[in-house]
């Protein structure tokens, strides 16, 4: 008896818990879904340190994980007898921007895009063009943000970075870019964290991430996530999980 009435009390909640979905929880659910997909990647190259420090500017003002690429090859001077090696890089690519040999090697990355729905580049420009090394991670990479946010922050000593803007969108065609580019010289470098606020605020940075959340779960509604957002990739057999920004419990 004792038995029956408790097997009966438990599938009465699960009954209630599967059916307890509202429009309004749906929503709510849709952005639980993208929580993990909707994250921020900072991805940077930093020959000179300057990268590098807007890095650290930029990640105490937004909830960012950082990827920083590094090339294979260590302790080359691309800057020596003016610029000859990084203007060989450079050159390589050009002539041949489809062929991976082209590119100089990078160490191994083992962080999944899969994870983030936004990515921000900072790259520095070498004689008008990104920076090789960024190069090759966005030629390996580039196709995997289609339809994520992307943010492009740019340093130089003084040229216009017009240049690395088209070699981004070379790299990755389909991302969905931010109004503005940002471009932080050496001579406003100082002032970096008034400017990078002012980027964010003019981009509509927080706006714009949300908006992707959501698009995310509407764009992908047959796909199953449990409730801490991560994408599943079979229905499973028992637990709660999300379905067509539904709660499904089994």
Same mark, same amino acid.
């Given at each position: ?6 097997? &009966?009390?438990l599938l009465t909640v699960m009954s209630l818990l599967a059916v307890a979905c509202s429009s ?12 993990? =997909? ?20 930029? +990640? =105490? ?13 260590? /302790?080359l001077k691309y800057e020596a007898n003016n610029y000859a090696l990084g203007t060989q890089l ?5 002539? %041949?921007?489809?062929?991976? =040999? ?9 962080? =999944?895009?899969?994870?983030?729905? +936004?990515?921000?580049?900072? +790259? ?6 990104? %920076? %090789? ?12 943000? %289609? ?6 922050i740019v340093s130089s000593a003084s040229s216009s970075i017009s240049g690395v803007v088209a ?7 389909? /991302? ?15 002032? &970096? ?21 959501? &698009? ?22 028992? /637990? ?11």
């Open positions: 008896m004792k038995t029956t009435f408790l097997n &009966r009390v309004d929880e749906a929503g709510e659910l849709n952005a639980q879904v993208a929580e993990g =997909s909707g994250k921020t990647l900072v991805v940077y190259y930093s020959y000179t340190n300057y990268c590098r420090e807007i890095v650290t500017t930029l +990640t =105490s003002q937004i909830e960012a994980d950082v990827l920083e690429i590094q090339p294979a090859e260590k /302790g450079l050159n390589a690519i050009k002539a %041949a921007p489809n062929d991976a =040999s082209s590119y100089p090697a990078i160490d191994p990355v083992t962080t =999944s895009l899969d994870d983030y729905g +936004t990515i921000i580049i900072v +790259t520095p420009l070498w004689w008008s063009q990104m %920076a %090789a090394n960024m190069q090759t991670y966005l030629f390996n990479y580039g196709n995997q943000m %289609a339809g994520k946010n992307v943010g492009l070699d981004c969108k070379r790299l990755v065609p389909d /991302g969905n870019y931010f109004s503005e580019n940002l471009w932080i010289n050496h001579s406003n470098h100082s002032n &970096r964290a008034s400017r990078i606020q002012n980027w964010l605020t003019a981009v509509n940075y927080n706006t714009v991430t949300a908006i992707k959340k959501t &698009r995310a779960a509407q764009e992908n509604p047959a796909r199953i996530y449990d409730l801490n957002g991560r994408h599943l990739a079979h229905e499973p057999q028992k /637990g709660i999980f999300v379905k067509n920004g539904k709660k499904i419990v089994r």
